[in-house]
């Protein structure tokens, strides 16, 4: 069973770029795509971008021009950084893949978020 | 983008009775070649991940107790819990994988009870 764990800082201060690292464990990362999803608090989800093992990316419009996915096979982890950040970044950031495999996927290869790691708090204060 | 709207905001429900969730799509999320509509059910608990509940509007994912049900098609779906239990006080979200990217996500839905 893939299991998701997200890692970095949890305060950063406002301009900066925020950096979080994802640890896929069970599982290789050599497959799927892998996503990062946030969430402000008391609000809902957000989904920011997800890089597939290849390094190909995709990236939400709203976010696009601040974000960048990266991928480490070799350490079976993927990243995200948010550059610019303001108070209205401050959110728990989650990883999640979708890991059930072609036959469930939309016509553009999209799917449900079967897999999610616990989440971390990123807030956003000088 | 496809925009999720979830009706209603909040809800509450006497334990044992019937809670309905209600999400529309803005734009048709069935893919007509195979009747299949791309729209995913999730439940979050306070300090958890969302956990996937239902996928393709209508089928529970492995382990999800059969007092949940969705269904619907093309822009309007409901989400259903036939007898309410303690367990089920949560956030629920509906999310489209029709039209990606970017994903989307309905507003939630928190379900307490009465």
């Known amino acids: 069973q893939v299991q998701l764990q997200e890692s970095g800082p949890g305060l950063v201060k406002p301009s900066e770029t925020l950096s979080l690292t994802c640890t896929v464990s069970?599982?290789?990362?050599?497959?799927?795509?892998w996503s990062w999803i946030r969430q402000p608090p008391g609000k809902g989800l957000e989904w920011i971008g997800y890089?597939?093992?290849?390094?190909?990316?995709n990236y939400n419009p709203s976010l696009k021009s601040r974000v960048t996915i990266s991928v480490d096979t070799s350490k079976n982890q993927f990243s995200l950084k948010l550059s610019s950040v303001t108070a209205a970044d401050t959110a728990v950031y989650y990883c999640?893949?979708?890991?059930?495999?072609?036959?469930?996927?939309?016509?553009?290869?999209?799917?449900?978020?079967?897999?999610w790691g616990q989440g971390t708090m990123v807030t956003v204060s000088s | 983008d496809i925009v999720m709207t979830q009706s209603p905001d909040s809800l509450a429900v006497s334990l044992g009775e019937r809670a309905t969730i209600n999400c529309k799509s803005s734009?048709?999320?069935?893919?007509?070649?195979?009747?299949?509509?791309?729209l995913a059910w999730y439940q979050q608990k306070p300090g958890q991940p969302p956990k996937l509940l239902i996928y393709w509007a209508s089928t529970r994912e492995s382990g999800v107790p059969d007092r949940f049900s969705g269904s619907g098609s093309g822009t309007d779906f409901t989400l259903t819990i036939s007898s309410l239990q303690v367990e089920d006080v949560a956030v629920y979200y509906c999310?489209?994988?029709?039209?990606?990217?970017?994903?989307?996500f309905g507003q939630g839905t928190k379900l307490e009870i009465k």
């Open positions: 890089i597939y093992y290849s390094g190909s990316t």
């Open positions: 999310q489209q994988y029709y039209s990606t990217p970017p994903y989307t």
């Open positions: 734009q048709s999320v069935l893919y007509s070649s195979n009747n299949k509509n791309f």
């Open positions: 999640a893949s979708n890991t059930r495999g072609p036959e469930y996927s939309s016509p553009q290869g999209g799917d449900a978020f079967d897999i």
């Open positions: 069970g599982g290789s990362i050599s497959s799927y795509y």
